[in-house]
Structure formats: C-alpha cells, structure tokens
C-alpha cells in the first residue's frame, strides 16, 4: 500500500515541474495576447488617463466554482510585500493590476464556466452547495508553503505553493469531480496545480521600442527575484473550502459582483 507521505512527496514534486515550466514561459507575456482563460487584456481591463480600470461584462449564467480561501492574516502580509516590492520596480509603463487581498484564493473546480456554460437552477444549485459541503467535510485543513513566485506568460504575478499537511488538491479535486457530474468535462487549471494570484502587469504598448523591452524584461527578472527573496517558504493554513457564483465574469480577479458560500474543512 502507498503511504500517504509518499503520495504528497509526489504530487508536490509534479507540482514543481509544472511551476517551472509556468517560470520559464514567463517573457512571452511581453509579446501581448490572451489570460489563462482565453480572454484577451482588452476584454477586462480598460485604461484612462494612464490609470486601469477592470471591465466588469455579466457572466450568464454565472460562473458557478469551488476555491481554497487564504486568510486574511496571510494575505494581508503578502499582499503588502507584493505593493512595496512592484512599487520599488515600477517604471511607470506597465500598468499594474492589485488583486484584492481579502480575496485571494486558489481556484479548484469549476461547476459551470464562461468557456463550458452549464446552467443551473435554484434547486440545482443548492444540491452542487450540499454536495461542496460534504466534500468539505470529508476533508483536512491544509497547511501550505510558498514554494515560488512566478510570472506567467499572461503577465500575471502568482504564488506557487506546495502541501504541508491536509488533504491534497488533487484528492479534492477528485472528490468534487464525483459529487458535480454535471460540470464541465475540460477545467480550466492542471489537477495537481495550487496557484494564488497576486497581481498582473500589463504589457509594453505596441510603441515601445525594442530597448524599452529589453530593459523591461531586466526589471520583471529582478522583480521576481526580489519577490521569491521575501517570500519564498511563506506559510499559511487553509481551513475553508468555498463555493462561488462569479455574477460578472472573472468577478474574483477583478472585483466584481460574487456570492459566496462558505464551508469549513474538515467540519
């Protein structure tokens, strides 16, 4: 029988090698083009006077998923350090989008979204919150460290974390999939993967010339060192399983209208 040691030694060093292809993905974002979910910058953010505003479009139906709450008590820290570090590095042509700390999450499993819509009645909905219920209750908090920080080729800045203590992403992941059999075939993130978003940098206008984006890239690269310096090995603990209806798509991103449903691990 496999120990349960070995199966998380596992899983976080799968983890590792998705994060540093994530890492070494991560200059192609200078080049422009889509999010991780097949959105383009221009479908959600919008700028003015320099300053970038997020586009807020109704998710019809709504996005319907189940995330890991990160607590305030760490977000908070992170969340700090990320502003003073981008602010330290900032050239002032990049606009930069803060996510919101209260708000920092890990995405898990999808029962509906924007690329597979799956409408859902009230009653319907409330079978998926009984069913993320039970998954919730069968299942340990966590206990996570931040293994990186990375910059994705979508510009996003995200934390990279491996599993400590608690029940694993993927075992959950597993266990929604089997209590949702309605929701999409095709998530949107690997099952292995445990990513919290922390910030996006926009890239260069198209008017910047060549040696703006090479001086660019030199600033990002210290950037993230800078941040893996002063986070890397960051711990948190994990202690609530939450089900979300994103009203406006990406409305956990970019602070739009969400309903949220709350569920204790373990009970």
Partial sequence: MISKFFLSASYNSQRST?????AD????????????????ISDIFSFDNGK????????????????LYLPQKFSRVISEIITETLGSHSSGKSPIWYQNPEMYHFSLYHASHHLEPVPASKSEIARE??????????????RIQLERVVLTCTGALIGCWQV???????????????????AP??????????????????PPTANETKKDNRMTTELLEQLVMDLNKALQNFEADIKELWFVEELDILALALQ????????????
């Avoid at 970038?52 to 995330?67: F, G, M, Q, S």
């Avoid at 739009?256 to 009970?267: A, N």
């Fill in 256 to 267: 739009g209208r969400v309903k949220t449903h709350k569920f204790s691990l373990g009970g």
């Fill in 18 to 22: 998705i994060y540093q292809k994530m």
């Fill in 129 to 142: 919150l009984e069913a993320v219920d039970q998954v919730a209750r069968s299942c340990s908090p966590l």
């Fill in 25 to 40: 993905e991560g200059r192609a974002f200078l080049a422009g083009g889509e999010t991780t979910q097949s959105l383009k």
């Fill in 164 to 182: 400590l203590e608690g029940t694993d992403p993927l075992v959950i992941r597993e266990r929604l999939k089997n209590k949702l059999p309605n």
């Fill in 52 to 67: 970038i505003h997020p586009i807020h479009k109704l998710a019809e139906p709504p996005v319907r998923a189940a995330v």
């Fill in 185 to 202: 075939k095709k998530q949107l993130y690997d099952q292995l993967i445990l990513h919290s978003s922390f910030a996006r940098i926009l």
